[in-house]
């Protein structure tokens, strides 16, 4: 796991300053974690797969490094990496 850094971004990428109005800003909990598939489930010879998973609300610090989990939900794609369009 993780931990989860703040930043509040200055400008909104064209240079024009952003200002926080705290009475009209929601905040909410997140946390990215790293998972990976179980060692002994990994194709032999093969390094175990993993992926970056932003947790939200109640599911912030459910789970420590070392822990084996059960994470169901929908798969959806960033985008990025190298060469990639990402999925829409």
Known sequence: MTG????????????HPLLMEYGLSTFRDNQTVSIQEMPERAPAGQLPRGVEVVLADDLVDCCKPGDRIQLVGVYKSSGGGQGSRGFQ
């Open 4 to 15: 989860s850094t703040t930043v509040i971004p200055q400008d909104d990428g064209a240079g």
